[in-house]
């Protein structure tokens, strides 16, 4: 099976989670995409009365495609079900997410819903995370050196994100800047790096 195909079989299984009367967090990305597809299908054939919760811009334009009604947190405080891909995933299910840069509002999401089911192909499992994907860091404009400095310090190569169309830096959802955080051979403690960036002044959220 090729990753493509690979994608899209995670992504069917994954919305056969959804069942009637559910209000569901829609995360980002290219396998979640799919999985966006595969539930505006269930919508038409079986007529289930679903609301999604999208956890960005792209999603929310996806999912008004394929006719998934849409409500957010305002509304449905506490989510059924949320459906997200990753980036990386460790065999003690330790993710690195947001290369689309959507990580903040996907935690936002995951951490309201009763269940959180991550739709990963296996290439997207590592014995080590941090070796194939940085860890992206939304910051504050402002914090953008003092926490790459605070990065390079733990021993990571962080740059700005930068858009290939434009120039100057990648602009977020919520108007920040993404540091992507790559870690030579991987990540020695994700724990402590999560603890470390959390506690960071101008770091609204991270990857981990």
Not at 49 to 77: K, M, N, W, Y
Request: hydrophobic residues 40%; glycine residues 10%; charged residues 25%.
């Amino acid at each position: 099976m090729d990753r493509d195909s690979a994608k899209q079989a995670a992504a069917e299984a994954a919305v056969q989670f959804v069942s009637d009367g559910m209000c569901v967090g829609l995360g980002s990305g290219s396998t979640t995409a799919y999985a966006l597809e595969f539930l505006g299908r269930r919508i038409q054939a079986e007529g289930l009365d679903v609301r999604g919760v999208p956890t960005s811009f792209a999603t929310e334009r996806r999912a008004r495609t394929h006719g998934i009604p849409l409500t957010s947190l305002d509304d449905v405080p506490t989510l059924d079900l949320a459906l997200d891909g990753a980036d990386e995933v460790d065999d003690a299910f330790r993710l690195i997410k947001g290369g689309g840069g959507a990580h903040a509002r996907e935690k936002v999401v995951a951490n309201q819903a009763d269940r959180f089911v991550v739709l990963v192909d296996p290439t997207k499992e590592v014995e080590r995370l941090g070796t194939q994907f940085p860890v992206p860091v939304e910051v504050l404009p402002m914090a953008a050196t003092p926490v790459m400095n605070a990065l390079e310090a733990a021993g990571a190569s962080p740059t700005l994100r930068t858009a290939d169309a434009k120039d100057g830096p990648v602009v977020t959802d919520q108007g920040l800047w993404i540091i992507d955080a790559r870690f030579p051979g991987g990540i020695d403690a994700p724990e402590a790096l999560n603890r470390m960036l959390c506690d960071r002044p101008g770091v609204l959220d991270h990857g981990l």
